[in-house]
């Protein structure tokens, strides 16, 4: 894995979750503007699946396993869009604060692929 990315990654997902809860705390729902910011999040964790599944494909294993590595990638992929689907059927304060949890999942399911990896 590359180590860089998934600290990039992880950062701007914890960003992410930071604006999201000020806007939640700030009673707002999400913005055009979150959006934007889970599309850059959401291009990071699309890189890093591309990332992993080449690293797989040239035949490199993962300590822990393929299987629960896949698994890991697949859900860190799939994290963030899904809470903002989530917030544009809540439109209310609880939108910004699912994006937020979002956030940090992401940034949590990041660490553990480092683990995986065996980082």
Same mark, same amino acid.
């Given at each position: ?19 999201c ?25 699309? !890189?890093? %699946?591309? /990332?992993?599944? *080449?690293? $797989?494909?040239?035949?490199e ?41 979002g956030? !940090?999942? %992401?940034? /949590?399911?990041q *660490?553990r $692929? ?6």
């Amino acid at each position: 894995m590359l180590v860089a990315l998934t600290i990039a990654t992880a950062v701007a997902a914890l960003a992410l979750a930071a604006w999201c809860g000020f806007a939640a705390y700030r009673d707002q729902p999400t913005k055009d503007w979150h959006f934007i910011g889970m599309g850059v999040v959401t291009f990071l964790a699309l !890189v890093q %699946l591309i /990332v992993g599944i *080449v690293l $797989l494909a040239r035949g490199e294993d993962p300590e822990q396993g393929t299987t629960i590595f896949v698994a890991y990638l697949l859900g860190s992929f799939a994290c963030v869009p899904a809470a903002g689907f989530m917030s544009l059927a809540e439109r209310t304060r609880w939108g910004s604060l699912t994006v937020a949890a979002g956030g !940090v999942v %992401l940034a /949590v399911l990041q *660490v553990r $692929l480092y683990d995986i990896w065996g980082g």
